[in-house]
């Protein structure tokens, strides 16, 4: 079974708004990471939250992490067209496993 | 420097065949993973390599699923007498040794059985 959930499964918003993504998840984890994959591509690494960290930011992403409720949310602030993309939370499974929720479907429109 | 390469790209083939998928990972990457994905859906974890040993083989489907790794570097997924089902997407990605480090990924292999 996916340990992560994202919500919505699609989105689809005017460039320049903002994006947010969620992510639910079950178990416990050390880590949570985005990724972001465009179509026909294999996914890349946007950001990882250890468990100790609320809050994250990388250029335009801000990913904030609330253990207690077992989720996480992705934002994209000024969003793009190239940001047209799936977005995929993972969290590890265990070990060195990640487990990857269904993805929610981004899209931009100029 | 060259990321994860996976080859084919694409490979069609007729139900129970076997084929063989194969990935190059990134140079100095320890660990090395296999994922399927099936259309507009999350990834499925299959298997991983840490050096050569493959300490979780949990998601590997069936006994029709095997997968080797050599030198520590280049992975073979095999998959016999293959079935409609096995269509999807397979997705290779490499890492560093430690659990909290990001994954790379290939462009993956779609596969499709006719």
Redo the contacts between chains.
């Keep these: 079974s996916?340990q992560g959930e994202e919500d919505p499964q699609a989105l689809s918003i005017q460039e320049g708004e903002n994006a947010t993504m969620n992510c639910s998840y079950k178990t416990s984890i050390?880590?949570l990471?985005w990724?972001r994959q465009n179509s026909?591509?294999?996914?890349?690494?946007l950001i990882?939250i250890?468990s100790n960290e609320r809050e994250k930011h990388s250029g335009r992403l801000r990913v904030t992490l609330d253990t207690s409720k077992k989720s996480s949310s992705l934002l994209i602030t000024a969003s793009r067209a190239a940001d047209t993309a799936s977005y995929?939370c993972a969290t590890?499974?265990g070990?060195?496993?990640?487990?990857?929720?269904?993805?929610t479907r981004l899209t931009i429109n100029p | 420097g060259a990321g994860?390469s996976q080859s084919p790209s694409n490979k069609v083939t007729e139900k129970g065949k076997d084929v063989e998928l194969r990935c190059d990972p990134i140079s100095g990457h320890t660990?090395l993973?296999w994922?399927r994905q099936s259309l507009g859906?999350?990834?499925e974890?299959l298997i991983?390599f840490?050096g050569n040993s493959a300490?979780?083989k949990s998601g590997l489907p069936s006994d029709r699923f095997s997968a080797e790794r050599t030198g520590g570097s280049v992975s073979t997924l095999t998959i016999q007498r293959t079935q409609q089902e096995d269509s999807a997407v397979y997705?290779c990605?490499s890492?560093f040794q430690?659990?909290?480090q990001?994954?790379?990924?290939?462009?993956?292999t779609r596969l499709s059985i006719l």
Excluded: E, I, T
Excluded at chain 2, 102 to 108: A, I, L, Y
């Design positions: 996916q050390n880590n990471q990724y026909g591509r294999g996914l890349v690494h990882l250890r995929f590890d499974g070990a060195q496993k990640l487990v990857f929720g269904q993805g | 994860v660990a993973y994922y859906q999350g990834l974890f991983y840490q300490p979780d997705l990605a890492s430690y659990s909290n990001p994954q790379h990924f290939g462009d993956g």
